[in-house]
């Protein structure tokens, strides 16, 4: 047999408090028990399993005194005696002690017989929250049923929107101690066969002890990011999401003990998508999806524009005479909005690490009483205020807050440029940002795609919300093996 993975009870044993020490660790369970006549040692960790069900499959099998201790020496084939006896649907064999190991500290429930045969107990009960409706992911209408920390309770989520055997969930360990568990989900007859590859092989190459930041490490070390500011991946809390993406060709990546899943490739416009539009009638759904996108272009470009405006009347023409400071401050204009950007980003930052009863109480405070302080001693002035909080309500209409976050720094960018070189550093910045953007392929794929390269068709699907019933074609930027859906 495979699976005699140790010569006796008593090499198990010193095996396994070799590895977890003996009575150093209270969460560590290794029991003696029986199945019926057959001596067996019993290894769990108790906080991953669902102790009740082991009872109930162990109990009815417990040694009978009235056998006599004899007994056990009638057995004469053991890996079939137990498999007569203890036929749990959930078992399994590993092939050598590390595999028995890991399957123990994923949580499952290790047991080894008299001879040393091993089998591991799919007994797993990890703990974790309800999929409750994400925050960042809200919609009017629409489930409310959201990710958790939980790997199967995320698979099974998206498993009941697809019903279909072509969804592969493939799972993997990743980093050398922490031994997180990450599976690649794709439609088989549709993914594009070189994105899955590289996928899989950029999973290979990692070298880390730990993924400990989970989804957020594994997109680092796929896309070696390093300092770029933007997000190479799509990250959704949303099951209904991933399943609309999968269906499309996407692959989607789901991190152990993470609530949101990786979703590949992607584009800048897959991050201004929201699922809200889909939950309106188109009309209203493309009317949404303008809107954002508007607000996209204004956060990057809104506050630039008004202070090349302010600082260069000649460029006013009469009917915008109304723009620029109209009150003396102490401060230059300049130092007005780096000092308000940087406000509002401690703001921000004070937010996350205040408890929600007083953070509402907090921003009040911060944006109304010191705000309206400022101005009226006379350090800010009030046109500056205003169009950073105008700004500030743009960038929160961006649906995925990490490039929201990107847009804010190239909005500074263009800033610090307008100041330097005033017109020419304004589009000077304008035009080495959109280099940028247009010069980023991860996987391979133009990030600025349906815009360069320019592809008509695709481009006014991204902007314009078709009917469900047209909207027949996956995205080219995909791959897929069948770009017609039916």
């Known amino acids: 047999m495979s699976n005699k993975i140790f010569a006796s009870l008593d090499e198990a044993k010193d095996f396994l408090y070799g590895k977890f020490g003996k009575d150093e660790s209270f969460d560590i369970c290794i029991k003696d028990l029986h199945v019926r006549d057959l001596p067996i040692l019993c290894v769990y960790i108790s906080g991953l399993v669902d102790g009740a069900t082991i009872t109930v499959q162990l109990t009815p099998l417990l040694y009978d005194v009235s056998h006599g201790v004899d007994s056990k020496q009638e057995i004469k084939d053991e890996a079939e005696y137990f498999n007569n006896h203890f036929n749990f649907y959930g078992k399994s064999e590993p092939k050598d002690k590390n595999e028995f190991l890991l399957g123990v500290l994923s949580g499952q429930v290790g047991i080894i017989t008299q001879s040393g045969y091993g089998y591991v107990l799919e007994l797993r009960s ?223 930052i004070a937010a996350i690490h205040t408890p929600t009863p007083l953070s509402t109480a907090m921003g009040l405070v911060a944006g109304i009483i010191i705000g309206q302080i400022a101005i009226d001693v006379g350090l800010f002035s009030p046109e500056v205020v205003l169009y950073t909080a105008v700004t500030a309500i743009f960038s929160f209409s961006i649906p995925t807050y990490e490039l929201s976050s990107a847009m804010k720094y190239f909005q500074f960018f263009i800033i610090i440029a307008t100041a330097v070189a005033g017109v020419s550093g304004f589009f000077i910045s304008l035009f080495l940002i959109f280099s940028y953007l247009c010069a980023l392929k991860p996987m391979q794929v133009p990030y600025m795609w349906p815009l360069v390269p320019f592809f008509p068709k695709a481009f006014t699907r991204v902007f314009i919300r078709f009917p469900m019933a047209d909207d027949a074609i996956r995205p080219y930027l995909v791959g897929a093996k069948q770009r017609k859906r039916a």
């Open 126 to 348: 990890y703990p974790g929250r309800q999929p409750d409706e994400p925050d960042n992911e809200k919609v009017i209408r629409g489930s409310r049923d959201g990710f958790a920390e939980n790997i199967m309770l995320n698979t099974a989520l998206i498993r009941r929107r697809i019903r279909d055997p072509q969804l592969r969930f493939e799972l993997h360990k990743i980093s050398t101690l922490g031994q997180t568990d990450v599976a690649i989900a794709y439609m088989k007859d549709i993914v594009n066969t070189k994105h899955l590859k590289w996928i899989k092989k950029r999973l290979k190459e990692i070298q880390h002890d730990g993924l400990t930041m989970s989804d957020k490490s594994l997109e680092e070390w796929l896309f070696k990011q390093r300092f770029h500011p933007l997000p190479f991946v799509r990250y959704s809390e949303r099951p209904d999401i991933v399943a609309a993406h999968l269906l499309e060709g996407h692959i989607a990546i789901i991190v152990d003990t993470s609530p949101s899943v990786i979703i590949v490739p992607i584009s800048m416009f897959h991050l201004l998508q929201h699922a809200e539009e889909y939950r309106q009638a188109p009309f209203i759904g493309t009317g949404i999806r303008l809107l954002r996108y508007t607000a996209a272009i204004l956060t990057l470009t809104l506050l630039p524009i008004w202070y090349l405006l302010a600082t260069h009347e000649e460029y006013l023409p009469k009917a915008l005479e109304f723009i620029g400071s109209k009150e003396k401050s102490t401060l230059p204009l300049f130092l007005q909005i780096i000092i308000a950007h940087l406000g509002l980003e401690y703001l921000r």
